[in-house]
Every structure is written in structure tokens, then in C-alpha cells.
């Protein structure tokens, strides 16, 4: 993703303007403490920060949930909507304004659940933006619901004997999904590792989409809680095409070769839900991009008056 | 128009056995199975005799299906053309003459009384004569249910008659029969050969000749055989005229005004509006989205629009249902949209080809939550072009939605208007990008109007979250009570602040009288035609016609208050007094009925039909005569 | 007097090469018509006032509202929130709008001829700062909506902007040039100043020229391209660099044809594409033979992999200079680079 401003007047405004993390920052956040979304946001600042992305030119789209308040935390242009449907909106901004940069946040209802079409759809679109999952694998904000990605037999409150039903693997699914272009995991509690795939996922030409592991302090501490302490279960993906981040190296010791651009393999990963595997899945920037091939070049008023002269004389009588 | 014809019998007339008849109105309907080109053949009619200078209205008459099984009274497939010396603003009343494909098309317009009593009808006769015997008994069978009317029925070998020119008859029947009109309206052949090639543009050379010929063998054949000619005088105009159907009209009206991005998921009868946008927008620098449903769709320009483009969403019934959720999001975050209903019977899957006037009070009330907005319903072609101009500056300086509700009958009606005088100033003005001042706020709202200045993204100093939840000027989440007391008058504001820049709708007839007709949409032109004819039969009859109906216009109570009674007519369901249950109190009512009385405090009748096809004018003048004051003038 | 034939080769290679050149010269135009129409919009709203504005809401709601909607009390409504212009900010921008609506006119040409003995720099500097005029407008748009114009020391803003004055994002919308110019005048070495943002030149030189008169423009982050093939020049349209070309009007033995892609690789000999380099006896004598040797040699140290310590690849140096953010500056790096492949200048 890469912001490229297009317009003259605004051109006319740029300015040398360096940016710091705090000039993104909005109010407190006011999500629980111990929350994986603090870890985000903070991930995300720094992003901003270093890729010194003007905040009137970046726009966070969000859904409902606790993650979705993540814009009202940031500094910039932001659209909290409605649920499930965040995918939309950030297709139409980035369709009529490819310069702005946009950052799509996402729970796990949001995204896997209410939103599945448009999340699906988004993928094939593959339109230039960064689609964060964030996964605590619950529904927080209504207090403990089953999520599609709540693990089988997980007890919740509308499901008190344990969800029915294997949980969603929404890695594989995403990898399913023709024209995908971009799949990675991440987890919030490896700060580390969570700002080198954000960047990854901003400096991707196309849909890029991470899946976020997140900690809910309240209703699943006990899912990725216990695993944040258990750097054993972490399983680091390396390779061509990966992201690699030598300060991890000394607590991160399991390793996983694998060539980001080998799609099979990349299923075959994320097909084990037990494991908790972070990295680049996948990576293809020769994917064709929706809004690329809808890219039309503009008419003056007047020139499309003209036009439409012509139009109607196949109308004329 | 009633007329009565001579016998022709078997022998061919000379030209002593022409009779022309001269009238003023006329309409005709070709029917077929679906696929014999009927419609083709209609709209090469109508279009010619546009040109001619008659005013024409052409339907298309549907089937559900897209391939009905043949030679079956449901599947019907053809069009209606009726032609006037002045502009024809409706289908009219039952046909006076079919030319018919085969007998059991025809017996599928029969039973929906689409033909008048004594009409002429012309048919293909090979099914008289046809090898399968089944099909012998059909014909003989559907002659004598025929029989119960006093239609005239001429036979005609039209197969035969093809034969003469081409191989296979199958192929350009249609252009034979539209040879037959050309000879009965006295159409000149030149303009036909000239549209036909048109018509046919993107296929082969061979094709138009080949319908050039059958053109001419046509012509031919109805000038050896027939008795009888039509003459309609034609009204010199010297305005361009345009023709087409209402949802090209909002094609390009969404094009003149300037709405860059159409965003829609396939429904009929939208769809060809964005079949329309598709071969066209682009080459205006617009983009047609074909989202991955009716959800993403109103997402889609949502989020266009919030980013200062002006978009626009098309839809029908179900795809409203389906919306709604978005519609309420882009009202409380103020984002301007245009969404057209092209409505259709329903409810749920309903009557998807088929006329309905049954989406005003979704479209008005149907949003969760006090969610005020505009409603307008063009009521004719030419507004569906003029309607979107007028509905994009509406939602961008109120800051809100506009929903336009066209029909299936807008939509599928074609008819010819004045050319359009374009003016480019109702191109998208590009959103104001200056950095906002500080101190400026998201939603400063004017106290006495409810507006604000809009903030859009890259806009240096405007960085805000747009939100759903309840929120002060700030645009900050607030859930305290003053905060929510005044950001909901505030949006309802808006709308009285329209309200007031509104004008009383002017009355067609006499200010005074018995009766009012009060109608919304499509079915002026049928019903203003209606009150015409009732005022010449001395009734005291007038009409009013709404196109806002979110806000009302002022003035309707005073408007009211000059008639003894006052009545809906709607394409619409509402209980009948006199069935089973149904009192003045329980009964349900026509929907703009429904809307009038709660204004107004009137006791506003209705009179509404869900027929699925457009009214007809004798009808409407049916319940106008039924429905005038007890001791009234008549 | 060149020969009609020679003519016609010449119109026909300048309009291949526009075509070539299309999208950018349409996304230059576009944003100036963007520019201008916002501009347009915002003067017509200020001017006149009260009964201007129910004529402009007269006209902007249209036909359809002829009698239904008050456009005096509609007018009303409109322009809420926004904040007043004075009379003098309001002449800037319409004067600003005349500007833009001359260089958004599709008939704005973007060939420019240097005279026979001309200065090839001089007329490209002169023709990029007549575009500039668009950025120069702009700038004195938002000076003047933002209340701040100052004609004494803004004026020059509605002139020409040369090239040096342009800011990032201006140079990210540079309009592209087409230059004709003999084959003698031919010296392109100036030109590096202009390749920065998204700047594309295609020269067309008529007559012979030196064998690689681009070979000293090539940067690691420069698309440069010699060739005598117009389909060639197609590929500029995939490139995201400031791009040079030079289409030669014939094949002739001593010219080099060469792509250099900034995306090709970490090191010169990836990024260098050769499809001839030709000898130093293709050259013939005199002057410009003994430029073009400076000019193959520069070219094929270029293309030759250097081995063990000089290899200059992906180092953390490379990474330290790319990371000073935007600002590192072209010329620092190609200084940087050159030095490592030992191809400074003399």
C-alpha cells in the first residue's frame, strides 16, 4: 500500500512536516487493561510514524465490536460503522480515493461471522488496503458469545456447553480464496513481530490481510493468555518473502522454513489450529487489483456534457 | 375508441375497400412466445413513430420466466404500443387491435381482459393446419373461448408469407409484422428501414437486409389483404425530442448530475439501469460497482460518498430490506447518498417484473430509529432523467439521504421528451479539500437549520471518527441525554428546513370541487387522463399529484379543504369496505393514504389495485365515478 | 530541409511516443482539471452573492425543481458552515482558474522542439516551469483560501514554477515531455535534475547522436532506456521512477540500446539490461567518438559484476541511506553508489 496523493491543491499543501507516534495518537483508549487492542494500536501508531503517512490522508474503518472503537484512539480520518460491514465502506473509499491509505480493524464476529461475505469478496477484490483481524476468538463487547473462531467446546454464555463446533480457521479460509494476495498471522503479545507484519501488510501492493492473535483478558485469558506465556507453542515462519526479526530469536526458538510465495505449503500450515504459527503465509503482488482495472481517467463538466450530447443523439428522435 | 369494420372475407380489397380511419389515440399489442422478437418489433414501431411526430408510451408485457415453455397463455411474451397525436403519458386502457404469434399468447391477454371487446385482432394461422393434432384442438379450442367477445379475428399466413423472402420464418417473423403495422399506420418505410438498421447495428449487414425485406414483404402483404388503415394526425413540435425507457432516463440522469460512482447488486427491474451505466459511465470517468450483494452495495458508496464523491446506490424492494441498516448509518453519520427503489410488487420476492407503488412507507418509515431523510418520486420518464440532479443536490447540502422511488412501469415504459438542455453546472462540484479552520467541528450545526459543513478525508485539520453511535458536534461518542435530545432535532431539523423551501403542488383542474384525486409517481399521466375525461363527462373531479413525499409539501390541508372528498389512487394493497372483517376502522389503506391522514388530519379514501400492471385510465375513471361525494354536481 | 519521408518518421515516432506517455500525461491532466473545477465551483459560490446564489441554486438543482423547490430559500441553505472570502482572495482564484483551465485542456501539448544548436536542459527546464504554473496556481489558491496571499511575494506564484521549486507531491504529478531535438544537440547530461518524482522524458533525437547519451543519467532509482524500437517505449507506462528515453530515429551501428530498471535488482548489472553495446570501432573518429568511448565504458562497467569487496549489495548502508526517509536525496545516493562501483566522475 503506498499513498500517493493525487490531487493538484493538495499538492499544493504538502508541506515538511515530520510526523512522531504521539501526532496519531487520539484519547485514551478505553478498552480493558490487558486487552490485545492496546498492543494494535500502539503497533499501528508506530507504523504510521515510520512510514510517515499524513493522518488527514489516512483513514481506520472499523465495524462493532471492542476493536472496532480502534479508530476513535487514532488521529486520523476514521469511519466506526456499522457490523460486519466494514469491508464496504473501505472498498468505496479506496475505489474513488486510491491515495488515501486505508486500515480496515475487524473483530472476529465482525469479519468471520457477520461480515464472512463482504470478507470474502474483499480478498478476491483484492483492493490496495490492510485488513487487521483481530482475533480474541470471543465476542468481548456483548460479554462472552460464541465466535465463529471460539475453540470447540469453549464455554460461553450462549452456548454453556461448550461450542458445538470445530472452530473456523479463517488463515485457511482467507488462503482459500481466489486472487489473495497477502495472508499473514500475528500476535499481539510479540510486539516485535506484530509491527514487522503490519509493515509488511502496509508495504503490500493489494488486500493484505493479518490475522491478529489476541488476548481478552476477560472471557479467554485462558485461550491466548496461557499461550503468551508458552513461547514454545510459537512456531516463527522464515524464509523467502518473510519477515524476520532477530530480537526474537533468543525466546522464539521453533522455526518453520517456508518460501512466502509457495501457496500449497502456506495451506498446509495453516491447516493445524493447535500450532500457533506467525509470519507471511502468503504473498503475491502480481494479483490483478480491482480498483487498477476500474481506474478511469476523469472528464471536466463540461467535456462530460459533451459527451452526454453524443449519448443522446442515439436517443434522438 | 370503438370501431366497427367491414368484413373482408376471402377476396383481396381494392383501394374502395380501405377504410381509414382517423383517431387520436390508438393503441396496439404484439404478442408472442418469449424470443420471437415481438419487442424488437414494438419498439422499432414506436420509435419510427416518434419520429413521426406522434406522442407513442410502449410496455413491454414480461413473462416471469426467461423461457417459459411455448405456446402457453402465461408466458406471454410481447409489447404494448400505444400512440396518440399528443404525448402519450400511460399505457391506456384494453387494446383495439393484437397482432398475435400464435392462439395461446393471445388467450393469456385475453383472460387479463387486456382487449377491448371489439377488437381486431390478426394472428398467424399455421397452428389451424399444423401436423400435431394436439395443437389443432388448442387452436380450435381457443377460437371458441375467443368467440365469447366480439373481437374481429383476421387469419394471416404470416409463416407462409415469410417463406417468400427468407428461409427460415422463425427468424424475422417480427420485422414481417412490423412490415403489417408499417402499412396499417401508414409509417414511413424509409424512417423504418433507418431504425430497423439501427436496431441491428451491432450484428451483420445481412441481418438488417434480411429485415428490410420482410419489412417491405409485410407491407405488402397488409396492403393485398386488409380493409382497414389508421390515420393519426401528428402535432408539429419544434422541441428535439429523446426517447427511451425510465431506467435509461436514470442512467443518464445519474450521469448529467454527476454521481460518479453507481454501486448495486443485480435485481430486476433495476437492473438495466446499471446494464445502461455499465456501456456508458465509464466512459465518463464514472465506476459501476457490482457489489457482491444489496448490503455492499449501500456500503460501497457509503464509503464513496464519505470520501467526497457523490454516489449512488439502485435497487428494488428486497434490496431496500436489505439496506436499511446502511441507510440508518449514512442519516446519523450524515453522509450524503442517492438510493432509487425501482419498486415491484411484493412483498419478498413478490411480482418481480410487475408494477408496485408498495415501497413508500418502507422507504419513508422504514428505518429503525428516528432516522429522517427525503423521499421524491418522479412521476414520468423525463423525471427520471431530471430527478437525479435535483436528488444529489438535496442529499449533498442537507447532508442526508434521498430515496427516488421510480416503478416498473417508469422502468419498462418507453416514451418520448424533450431533449434535455444540459447545463454543466450540475456536475459534481468537487468536495471543498481546504484545511478546516481551527475550532471548526464535524457536525457544527447550524442551530436554525440543522446543517453542517462536511469534513472529508484529507481535509488537513479535519482528522475525525465518523460513528453510528450517538455523538455530539465532536463527532465523540455520547451517550448523555442532552447530547442525544439535540443531535436528534438537529437531523430532523434538516428536514423542516427543506420542508420550507417546498411549494404547494398545484392542482390539475378546478381548486374547488367534489372530488380530489391525490396520487404519487407513474400514475399521473393514467390518472390525469382520467380526471380529464370525468371533467368532460361534467363531473367535478380534480388531481393532485405529490412528488415529495418525505417531506410533504405545505399546504395540502388547505388544499384538502376546497373538496367535499379527497382519494388516494395507488398501485397498492388496501382492504375493500364491505369484505369480510373489514370496518372504517380496521381497514388497511392505501399507503400515501395512510400518510396524507396522518398530515393532514383529512379523511383521506383510497382507491388502489394490485393488478401488476400499471392503471388504466378507464379504470381510475371507473372508481372516480364510483367514489364522487353523495350529492355531488354529477 | 529534412525530406517529407524524414518528416513523416519523425511526427510518427513523437506520436508514438505520447501514446506511450498517455496515461501519465491523462493523470497530469485530470488532476488539473480536478483543481480547476474545484476552483471554479468555489469562485461562482463566493461571487455575487445573495442573488447570484438563487440563480447558481436555480441551476444546480435543475429542471426538476422548477416549481416544486423556492431556489431563493434552497439558496439559503447552501454554503452553510463555510467561511467568507475576501474580494482580493477571490480575484486570486479566478486568475488561478484561468490558469489551470488552460493547461487542462486536452489540447495542451506536452512535445516539446528544441531549436537546431538549442540547449536541450534550457528547454526542458523552460518547458516543465511552464507546467509548473498549475502548481504555482494551486499554491496561490490555498495561500488565498486560507487568507494568507500576499501579492507582493506570492504574485509570482500565477507565473511559471521552475522544476527546482517544486515540493514532493508536485513532482509525484510532473506532467511528462516529449523533446524533440537534432541528433547533434543531443547532450542530455543536464537533465538529471529533472529526473525526481514521477518525470518522465522521452527524447527523439533526429540524426546520429554519441552512442549512450544516457548512460550518465542512469541512478539507482532512475528508469533510463536507449533504444530504436517505439513498441519500447510501452514499458515506461509500467514503471513508478522518474524515467528517461531516447528513441534513436534509425538503427545505426554505433548506438547502444540498454534498459535500466530500478526494479531489476539491488546492483547496477541486475537493474541494466544491455541489448547492444557497441564497440569502440563501431564509432568512427573525431569529437563525439571520443565522448562516446567515455560513454560505452561508463556503460559496460555498468553491466559487469564486480566481485568480492566491491560488490555493493544489499548492505546495511544501503539500507541506513534509503532509511533517512524521503528526503534522502537522489543525487546523495547515486553519489554514494558510484563511488562504490568506482564510475564517479573524473
Not at chain 1, 186 to 193: L, V
Not at chain 2, 173 to 186: C, E, P, R, S, T
Not at chain 2, 225 to 232: E, G, M, N, P, T
Request: proline share 7%; glycine share 8%.
Amino acid at each position: 500500500m503506498s499513498g500517493e496523493s493525487c490531487g493538484l491543491l493538495h499538492a499544493a499543501r504538502d508541506d515538511d512536516r515530520v510526523f512522531d507516534r504521539v501526532d496519531y495518537e487520539g484519547p485514551v483508549a478505553r478498552w480493558c487493561s490487558g486487552c490485545g487492542d492496546h498492543s494494535v494500536l500502539s503497533a499501528a501508531q508506530r507504523l504510521l510514524a515510520e512510514k510517515q503517512l499524513a493522518p488527514e490522508n489516512t483513514v481506520f474503518v472499523s465495524g462493532i465490536g471492542c476493536s472496532s472503537r480502534f479508530p476513535h484512539y487514532m488521529k486520523t480520518y476514521g469511519f466506526h460503522g456499522i457490523h460486519g460491514r466494514a469491508l464496504t465502506i473501505a472498498t468505496g473509499v479506496k475505489l474513488t480515493r486510491p491515495e488515501l491509505d486505508v486500515f480496515v480493524v475487524m473483530g472476529d464476529g465482525d469479519c468471520i461471522s457477520i461480515g464472512a461475505g463482504h470478507w470474502v469478496h474483499a480478498v478476491r477484490y483484492n483492493v490496495d488496503m490492510v485488513a487487521l483481524l483481530l482475533d480474541n476468538e470471543i465476542y468481548g463487547l456483548t460479554k462472552k458469545q460464541t465466535s465463529p473462531t471460539t475453540p470447540q467446546g469453549y464455554k460461553s454464555n450462549t452456548q454453556p456447553r461448550g461450542s458445538y463446533l470445530p472452530a473456523m480457521n479463517p488463515l485457511e479460509a482467507t488462503l482459500g480464496i481466489t486472487n489473495a494476495s497477502f495472508v499473514a498471522q500475528t500476535a499481539e503479545w510479540i510486539p516485535a513481530h506484530l509491527f514487522a507484519t503490519l509493515k509488511a501488510a502496509y508495504e503490500h501492493s493489494g488486500f493484505a490481510f493479518v490475522r491478529i492473535l489476541q488476548r481478552c483478558p476477560h472471557f479467554t485469558a485462558d485461550i491466548f493468555g496461557e499461550a503468551a506465556k508458552q513461547p514454545d507453542r510459537v512456531e516463527i515462519l522464515e524464509g523467502p518473502g518473510g519477515i524476520r526479526v532477530e530480537a526474537l530469536d533468543a525466546i522464539y526458538k521453533n522455526k518453520v522454513e517456508h518460501d512466502s510465495s509457495d501457496l500449497a505449503h502456506a495451506r498446509a500450515l495453516a491447516q493445524d489450529m493447535t500450532a500457533i504459527r506467525l509470519g507471511i503465509f502468503f504473498e503475491d503482488e502480481s494479483r490483478p487489483r480491482y480498483e487498477e482495472t476500474r481506474s478511469i481517467p476523469q472528464h471536466s463538466a463540461h467535456e462530460k456534457m459533451e459527451l452526454l450530447e453524443k449519448e443522446f443523439e442515439r436517443y434522438a428522435v | 375508441m370503438a370501431v366497427k369494420l367491414p368484413t373482408v372475407g376471402d377476396r383481396t380489397p381494392t383501394d374502395q375497400d380501405v377504410t381509414t380511419y382517423t383517431v387520436d389515440d390508438k393503441s396496439v399489442e404484439i404478442v408472442s412466445d418469449s424470443g420471437e422478437g415481438a419487442q424488437k418489433c414494438g419498439q422499432i414501431f414506436g420509435a419510427v413513430s416518434a419520429k413521426m411526430g406522434n406522442g407513442v408510451w410502449t410496455v413491454e408485457i414480461i413473462p416471469a420466466e426467461v423461457e417459459p415453455p411455448p405456446r402457453n397463455p402465461a408466458g406471454a411474451s410481447g409489447i404494448r404500443v400505444r400512440l396518440g397525436s399528443e404525448p402519450v403519458t400511460n399505457w391506456g386502457d384494453e387494446t383495439n387491435l393484437v397482432i398475435a404469434f400464435n392462439e395461446q399468447a393471445l388467450l393469456g391477454r385475453h383472460r387479463l381482459n387486456a382487449l377491448a371487446d371489439d377488437a381486431t385482432i390478426l394472428i398467424e394461422n399455421m397452428w389451424a393446419t399444423h401436423p400435431d393434432p394436439e395443437i389443432r384442438d388448442q387452436w380450435s379450442a381457443a377460437m371458441e373461448e375467443l368467440s365469447e367477445k366480439d373481437y374481429r379475428i383476421v387469419e394471416v399466413p404470416m409463416e407462409d408469407a415469410c417463406l417468400d423472402v427468407v428461409d427460415n420464418p422463425r427468424r424475422g417473423k417480427n420485422m414481417f409484422v412490423l412490415g403489417m403495422l408499417a402499412w396499417i399506420y401508414d409509417r414511413d418505410l424509409e424512417l423504418c428501414r433507418a431504425q430497423i438498421a439501427d436496431a441491428f447495428r451491432k450484428k451483420s449487414p445481412e441481418v438488417t437486409e434480411r429485415s428490410h425485406r420482410l419489412l417491405e414483404s409485410g407491407y405488402r402483404w397488409a396492403g393485398e389483404h386488409l380493409d382497414f388503415r389508421y390515420r393519426i394526425p401528428t402535432m408539429e413540435s419544434k422541441r428535439e425530442m429523446v426517447v427511451m425507457n425510465g431506467n435509461e432516463a436514470i442512467a443518464l440522469g445519474a450521469v448529467a448530475a454527476g454521481l460518479e460512482l453507481a454501486a448495486m447488486y443485480p435485481i430486476t427491474p433495476a437492473t438495466s439501469v446499471s446494464h445502461m451505466l455499465g456501456d456508458v459511465f465509464e466512459r465518463f470517468g464514472g465506476v459501476v460497482h457490482q457489489a457482491e450483494d444489496e448490503i455492499a452495495a449501500a456500503g460501497v458508496s457509503i464509503g464513496a460518498s464519505y470520501s467526497g464523491k457523490c454516489a449512488f446506490t439502485i435497487t428494488s424492494g428486497p434490496g431496500m430490506a436489505l439496506k436499511t441498516e446502511f441507510l440508518g448509518l449514512a442519516i446519523m453519520t450524515e453522509i450524503p447518498l442517492v438510493v432509487v427503489d425501482v419498486q415491484r410488487g411484493g412483498p419478498s420476492t413478490g411480482l418481480p417484473t410487475k408494477v408496485e407503488q408498495s415501497d413508500l412507507l418502507a422507504a419513508i418509515f422504514g428505518q429503525p430509529g428516528d432516522a429522517p431523510h427525503v423521499v421524491v418520486a418522479p412521476a414520468t420518464i423525463e423525471e427520471c432523467f431530471h430527478v437525479m440532479t435535483t436528488a444529489r443536490r438535496i442529499a449533498e447540502v442537507l447532508r442526508t439521504v434521498v430515496i427516488v422511488l421510480s416503478d416498473a412501469n417508469l422502468a419498462t415504459g418507453v416514451a418520448p421528451y424533450p431533449r434535455p438542455l444540459l447545463s454543466a453546472e450540475w456536475q459534481s462540484t468537487p468536495p471543498d479539500q481546504r484545511p478546516i479552520p481551527e475550532g471548526q467541528r464535524p457536525y457544527d450545526w447550524d442551530p436554525d437549520t440543522g446543517i453542517s459543513r462536511r469534513f472529508i478525508p484529507g481535509q488537513l485539520g479535519g482528522e475525525h471518527t465518523v460513528t453510528g453511535l450517538a455523538h455530539d458536534e465532536r463527532s465523540k461518542v455520547a451517550y448523555d441525554s442532552a447530547v442525544n435530545v439535540r443531535a436528534s432535532t438537529m437531523r430532523s431539523r434538516k428536514l423542516a428546513a427543506f420542508q420550507s423551501t417546498l411549494r404547494p403542488p398545484p392542482v390539475n383542474g378546478d381548486e374547488h370541487g367534489d372530488l380530489l384525486v391525490v396520487g404519487w409517481g407513474s400514475t399521473k399521466g393514467a390518472i390525469e387522463e382520467a380526471v380529464e375525461r370525468a371533467r368532460r363527462e361534467g363531473l367535478a373531479v380534480s388531481s393532485l399529484h405529490l412528488t415529495f413525499l418525505s417531506p410533504l409539501p405545505p399546504g395540502l390541508k388547505e388544499i384538502f379543504s376546497h373538496f367535499t372528498k379527497v382519494m388516494t389512487v395507488e398501485i397498492n394493497y388496501s382492504d375493500e369496505l364491505g369484505d369480510p372483517f373489514i370496518t372504517e376502522q380496521n381497514r388497511r389503506r392505501g399507503q400515501l393514504s395512510w400518510l396524507l391522514r396522518g398530515a393532514t388530519l383529512v379523511d383521506v379514501d383510497c382507491w388502489t389495485r394490485v393488478l401488476g400492471e400499471p392503471l388504466r385510465p378507464g379504470k381510475i375513471l371507473g372508481a372516480i365515478r364510483d367514489n364522487l361525494p353523495k350529492g355531488g354536481s354529477a | 530541409m529534412p525530406s517529407e519521408a524524414v518528416m513523416d518518421v519523425a511526427t510518427d515516432l513523437s506520436e508514438r511516443a505520447v501514446a506511450a506517455l498517455e496515461p501519465r500525461i491523462e493523470s497530469f491532466r485530470a488532476a488539473v482539471v480536478a483543481a480547476e473545477e474545484e476552483v471554479r465551483t468555489e469562485v461562482v459560490r463566493r461571487v455575487g452573492e445573495e442573488s447570484f446564489k438563487t440563480e447558481q441554486a436555480l441551476i444546480e438543482l435543475g429542471p426538476f425543481a422548477i416549481g416544486r423547490i423556492d431556489p431563493e430559500r434552497f439558496a439559503s441553505l447552501m454554503g452553510i458552515g463555510d467561511t467568507s472570502l475576501t474580494p482580493d482572495a477571490i480575484d486570486v482564484l479566478d486568475r488561478a482558474e484561468r490558469v489551470l483551465k488552460g493547461l487542462g485542456s486536452p489540447s495542451v501539448r506536452h512535445t516539446v522542439d528544441v531549436e537546431p544548436g538549442g540547449d536541450l536542459r534550457d528547454a526542458v527546464k523552460a518547458a516543465l516551469a511552464r507546467f509548473g504554473r498549475a502548481f504555482g496556481a494551486a499554491r496561490a489558491v490555498e495561500l488565498a483560501r486560507a487568507g494568507a496571499f500576499e501579492p507582493g511575494e506570492h504574485g509570482a506564484l500565477l507565473g511559471a514554477l521552475p522544476f527546482r521549486l517544486w515540493n514532493r507531491a508536485e513532482r509525484r504529478l510532473a506532467p511528462p515531455l516529449v523533446v524533440r531535438t537534432r541528433g547533434e544537440d543531443c547532450v542530455p547530461a543536464g537533465l538529471g535534475e529533472f529526473l525526481d518524482g514521477n518525470v518522465a522524458l522521452v527524447l527523439l533525437p533526429e540524426g546520429p547522436t554519441t552512442p549512450a547519451p544516457l548512460a550518465r543519467l542512469i541512478t539507482p532509482g532512475t528508469f533510463v532506456m536507449q533504444t530504436a524500437d517505439p513498441d519500447d517505449l510501452m514499458r515506461l507506462r509500467g514503471t513508478g521512477h522518474p524515467a528517461v528515453a531516447l528513441l534513436f530515429d534509425q538503427d545505426r551501428p554505433g548506438q547502444a540500446y540498454f534498459t535500466h530498471d530500478p526494479d531489476g535488482g539491488a546492483v547496477p548489472w541486475d537493474r541494466l539490461s544491455v541489448v547492444r553495446i557497441p564497440s569502440d570501432d563501431d564509432l568512427g573518429r573525431g569529437r563525439r567518438a571520443s565522448a562516446g568511448t567515455e560513454e560505452l565504458a561508463h556503460l559496460r562497467a555498468m553491466a559487469t559484476p564486480a566481485t568480492g569487496e566491491a560488490d555493493p549489495g544489499p548492505s546495511d548502508e544501503v539500507e541506513s541511506l534509503f532509511g533517512d526517509g524521503p528526503d534522502a536525496s537522489v543525487d546523495e545516493l547515486a553519489a554514494w553508489l558510484l563511488s562504490r562501483t568506482d564510475l564517479g566522475e573524473e
